[in-house]
T-cell receptor
Framework: GAGVSQSPSNKVTEKGKDVELRCDPI?????LYWYRQRLGQGLEFLIY????????KSGLPSDRFSAERTGESVSTLTIQRTQQEDSAVYLC??????????????FGPGTRLTVL | AQSVTQLGSHVSVSEGALVLLRCNYS??????LFWYVQYPNQGLQLLLK??????LVKGINGFEAEFKKSETSFHLTKPSAHMSDAAEYFC??????????FGSGTRLLVRP
C-alpha cells in the first residue's frame, strides 16, 4: 500500500517568502506528526494532530509556523516570511492511535527547504 | 530534562565486522527507547523499540539493542555488517505518549 507522501520533495525560496509543505498520511492513520531536521542534527518535533482533538503545537519554533489538517487526511505546514535558519528537511509521519503508547510512526521522505 | 546523546556522528566498519552504534539517554521516568534507520532518499523506518520487560530487544535486519539502566544506555549492535546497512541511524526517547526526542544521528559507512 501507499506510504506517507510529501510534496514538494525540494523547495528553494527567497528570504521573506511564504512556503507551504504538504503531507499525505497513510490511509486510516489518525495521528500525524511534523518534524524538522536541520543539517547534522536530529529530528525536532513541531506539531502533532490526533483525530479531532486540539493539536499539540508545542514544538512550533515561532508564530511564523502554522499547520492544518483536514479531518484525518492531508496536512499542510506553512512557514511565513521565511528566514535562512528555516532551511532544513521537513518530515511528516503518521501512525494509528490505539491503547498502546508510541504507536509506530511511518515517515515520509521529507521536503528539503532551502531559503536563500 | 530528557535528552538523547549519540556518540559518533560517523562510524565506519568493514563488511562482516561488528556494528556498534552508541546511544545514551537522560530521563527522570522509566524510558521508552527506539532506534530508527534512514536509508538514502527514504523516510525513517523503525528498527526496534524498548518499552518494558526483556532488556535485549531484537529488531529487523539482524539488529538488536540492549537496555542498560545502570549505564543509561541503549546501544545498537549487529554481529556482521552488510553493505546494505549503510544508512543513518537515530536513537529516540519517548517524552510523552506520542512525542519522541531524537538524537543527532550516526551515519554508518560499510567498507567492502
Amino acid at each position: 500500500g501507499a506510504g506517507v507522501s510529501q510534496s514538494p520533495s525540494n523547495k528553494v525560496t527567497e528570504k521573506g517568502k511564504d512556503v507551504e509543505l504538504r503531507c499525505d498520511p497513510i490511509s486510516g492513520h489518525t495521528a500525524l506528526y511534523w518534524y524538522r531536521q536541520r543539517l547534522g542534527q536530529g529530528l525536532e518535533f513541531l506539531i502533532y494532530f490526533q483525530g479531532n482533538s486540539a493539536p499539540d503545537k508545542s514544538g512550533l519554533p515561532s508564530d511564523r509556523f502554522s499547520a492544518e489538517r483536514t479531518g484525518e487526511s492531508v496536512s499542510t505546514l506553512t512557514i511565513q516570511r521565511t528566514q535562512q535558519e528555516d532551511s532544513a528537511v521537513y518530515l511528516c509521519a503518521s501512525s494509528t492511535h490505539g491503547a498502546g503508547l508510541y504507536n509506530e510512526q511511518f515517515f515520509g521522505p521529507g521536503t528539503r527547504l532551502t531559503v536563500l | 530534562a530528557q535528552s538523547v546523546t549519540q556518540l559518533g556522528s560517523h562510524v565506519s566498519v568493514s563488511e562482516g565486522a561488528l556494528v556498534l552504534l552508541r546511544c545514551n539517554y537522560s530521563s527522570s521516568v522509566p524510558p521508552y527507547l527506539f532506534w530508527y534507520v534512514q536509508y538514502p532518499n527514504q523516510g525513517l523506518q523503525l528498527l526496534l523499540k524498548y518499552t518494558t520487560g526483556a532488556t535485549l530487544v531484537k529488531g529487523i535486519n539482524g539488529f538488536e539493542a540492549e537496555f542498560k539502566k545502570s549505564e543509561t544506555s541503549f546501544h545498537l549492535t549487529k554481529p556482521s555488517a552488510h553493505m546494505s546497512d549503510a544508512a543513518e541511524y537515530f536513537c529516540a526517547l519517548g517524552e510523552s505518549s506520542y512525542k519522541l526526542i531524537f538524537g543527532s544521528g550516526t551515519r554508518l559507512l560499510v567498507r567492502p
